[in-house]
């Protein structure tokens, strides 16, 4: 019962199916970042399986390459765009501000910054599809190209509404959409122990922490039919059938690949066509730089910290870094930190700066001994792969909600980005270190994550072939998917019966009425 | 990308970590009747893996045997019992019965039909496992042979009792549960999408059926709480912590392996800990008897009509057999009827009359054109498997439900037991034998079926060894599980949720009027 076997097995699994395959044509929607890493570990897995591969991205793209080998490109010209890497550094100032007010405060003014926030991307989004609907000449030639598959990431709906548009069967590589976690789209997510995304609960609430998940929950649906609904409307009405809706829409996928596993994700309920693949990037460290091996291995026994800040953070600000890189001076371990921009002065002679760090090989390193993240869903995974104890310092978007997991499992500790200090932090750090209970938790997350009957890259790829195969997955699709919110809900049922019952109840209250006024004028003029 | 390589490979993977694997110690809880079938097919695999099993049944089981090669077996001596071969006979002629009824009045019928079935299945369970736990030899035996897991069927929870009772890891082979899919004791089950057992509802139905469903699934609720809760009430005063409750210890289990595959059921909410197994007994055809075989070949060009009733019902009611018997007679391919009971009187030459048939074998020979089925699972999973076209006539408890599915699919023709006539009949078997596009839709389902990365069987087994490597899968388990009914669906914060904005406005009136009243009067005084 080996778990090693087991991915081994896997491998030579997928190894062999190779040879059965025959290529497909599958057009590619990415989104940008970190989500833009994700696609590429499928991408490559189906170009060394024989898949024909066409990518579509804008020419603003912050990460997407314009040519490749790999892949044919389609750049869509757009002029402008609001997402820059100046605007991660404006949305990180917010959210340390944010970090600082009140629970109350805070909850209203996260949700007037989430309106804004879905505003600009989707207003982004809603210029790219509309340049690409727009040139007829370019969805003659998508439409001439018959594909037989979008696989796309509909975290931003421009690849759900060209996969339509162009009624291609359809697989997501997904784990956010609209306002939240994708499974709300399309499978029950009672908010009595699904927490919502930037709650920061787990799915352990109290009653009052229940009643803020319900307002979350409410004011997320609100948000989806208020702020995003209405900025494709006009899109919709010019090239879609009458009847078309987004949300239908989004909900029309075959298969939904989830970036989740339950090994780090809450247990809720799922659908048919949701197919798990957390960590299907993670995989066995390769030997690092002969440079970087020195390095590690000067570390003695005290070993290495590896720090590492997500892709779309360019730079943290000042009072962070320096409060960071005092704590590490103060380490005996050695520390190599992912980090651009301007070196911070307190920095000890045990740091190391890399502007880019081979972040799996360092993980799986004998020598590290703690990650320290701000929990972007990638490290966190990569993590878990390697049974590293992770420090973390969530900035943006699900990295609190990603925080708030590993701490209640007991795999990390959480440092607050708001009210950080050296002292707090360097106490946390050390607590990670030389605390065994967080290593050993994590070695066994570790152990039951890699513990599959099929690798989750592999099952991704089974399912995209499966699609490709049977040419849809139309069988695994919920009828719900065709309900109206109040059907689905039943209170349309609901509603009716309590017609009928108060009817009933009226009318046997009249007749009683009546029958005794009878009976008492009968007995008056008796 | 070849389904024949998936299952070949599959196989492979087995035999394969087959080596790796160390035994278990596993305490299998069965039900009897066809449910026994399938333990058995689980059990076998998990002998040749070499585990160690230990069976528990009742003296009074009518198929569960008294010894076996393949494991222990404890029976625990009952005096009597109601479920025998002439229950069944009983219940077969009320369903019949009950199907000549107008669906308002079949309603309240069945209702009351459930109920009393209940009680009397939930009275035998609870007679054996009150005799079980208070045979303290007997328990003070099980507790020191120290099993590592029990597998059951739940469907009535006598070991699910014992599985707590013993702080066992648990594995589930269930379908049914309570009243009636499993899913709903521990996954969203909406009503308006989610068709109820015995409803006959497909996933699409229109607003009267939705109101009927809600109905029924308000019902079942309701014979949950008041039927089947209460039988058990004073054993697990007498036997478990005061705190303890059926639902809770039903919902416990680790994983529970579901005999579901989406190819049959209405695609619906699962659960992180729920694995699809549908169809896993099925098996590619093995040789059949040199006389069985020709008789098979004597039939030509026109093929042979495959005939089973099923493991419970021993004998159709007379209308009924001569009905089928004489439809028969007139078909020009020949009919091998699985068959027990009175020989009808109009039975045609071309009909072969056995007491047991090798259904799957048959199934899947080349000269097999239509299985005439009543609908129980086993039959309709290998008739998929196998891609032949069905004719049902179900009878008893699920096999109207599952004779819905696959007539919605397009695979089946249904004939309904209460008004069947031999023309109707006839004219029913004719067209599923002469319409290509019942074998045709059915060819179709059995592609899809065969069609996996891991055989139905094989992630049986992978799971009942994963929660023995990890002694549990608690990780898997929602904290939905913990919740009353009340907090899962948000009432209780609804419900405060009215009360704070209905003590607002009620203050916000007072408030406005006390202010009226003042100004009102300032200006008389003025």
């Known amino acids: 019962m080996g778990v090693n076997t087991n991915q081994l097995l896997s491998s030579c699994c997928l190894l062999f199916l190779a040879g059965f395959s025959s290529g497909g044509k599958i057009l590619v929607f990415p989104e940008d970042g970190s989500h833009w890493l994700n696609m590429q570990f499928i991408m490559k897995e189906l170009h060394v399986r024989g898949h024909n591969l066409t990518v579509v991205r804008s020419s603003r793209s912050l990460y997407i390459q314009a040519s490749s080998p790999l892949y044919t490109v389609i750049t869509v010209n757009i002029t402008e765009t609001a997402v820059d ?94 306002t939240g976690d994708a499974h709300m789209a399309i499978a029950p997510s009672p908010p009595s122990h699904v927490p919502m995304y930037n709650s920061m609960f787990s799915d352990k609430m109290d009653f009052l922490q229940r009643t803020e998940n319900f307002l979350r929950y409410v004011v997320s649906c609100l948000q989806e039919q208020f702020v995003i609904i209405p900025i494709y409307d006009k899109l919709l009405k010019k090239h879609f059938p009458s009847d078309s809706d987004l949300l239908t829409m989004q909900r029309s996928a075959d298969i939904w690949l989830m970036r989740v596993d339950f090994i780090l994700e809450f247990p809720r309920p799922g659908m048919p066509n949701v197919v798990y693949m957390g960590g299907f990037q993670c995989r066995p460290s390769q030997p690092i730089s002969a440079e970087l091996e020195d390095f590690m291995q000067s570390s003695g026994e005290h070993g290495v910290v590896v720090v590492s800040q997500g892709l779309t953070v360019t730079a943290l600000p000042k009072e962070i870094t320096e409060a960071i890189a005092s704590a590490f001076a103060k380490l005996p371990q050695k520390v190599i930190w992912r980090y651009m921009g301007e070196r911070p002065l307190s920095l000890g002679n045990n740091t190391m700066l890399l502007d880019w760090l081979p972040q799996n090989d360092l993980l799986g390193h004998p020598k590290t001994r ?68 967080y290593r050993n938790t994590m070695q066994k997350l570790s152990k039951l994550h890699r513990d599959w009957p099929l690798s989750p890259l592999d099952s991704a790829i089974f399912w995209i072939e499966y699609v490709l195969r049977h040419k849809g997955a139309r069988h695994l699709s919920s009828e719900a998917n065709n309900l109206p919110w109040y059907s689905y809900q039943c209170l349309d049922v609901i509603v009716f019966l309590i017609a009928i019952i108060s009817t009933a109840l009226w009318a046997s209250i009249i007749l009683c009425r009546l029958l005794c006024c009878r009976s008492n004028k009968k007995q008056k003029k008796d």
Chains 1, 2 share one sequence.
């Open 370 to 437: 703690v990650f320290v993240s701000h929990g972007g869903t990638n490290g966190i995974y990569e993590a878990i792969y390697h049974g590293v104890p992770v420090l973390l310092l969530p900035l943006l978007f699900d990295q609190f909600d990603n925080a708030v997991r590993l701490e209640v499992r007991g795999a990390a500790r959480v440092v607050d980005v708001g009210t950080i200090t050296s002292k707090e932090f360097l106490e946390a750090l050390q607590d990670v270190i030389r605390n065994p209970s």
């Open 85 to 178: 890497a100046e605007f991660f550094t404006i949305l990180l100032q917010r959210s340390v501000a944010l970090r600082k007010m009140s629970p109350i405060v805070r909850f209203f003014e996260q949700q007037r910054d989430v309106a804004t926030m879905l505003q600009i991307f989707h207003n982004g989004i809603l210029s790219l599809i509309s340049t690409m609907l727009d040139d007829s000449t370019l969805m003659k030639e998508l439409q001439d190209s018959k594909f037989d598959l979008m696989l796309t990431d509909p975290a931003f709906p421009a690849g759900v509404l060209l996969g339509n548009y162009l009624h291609l069967p359809m697989v997501y590589n997904v784990r956010w959409l609209n």
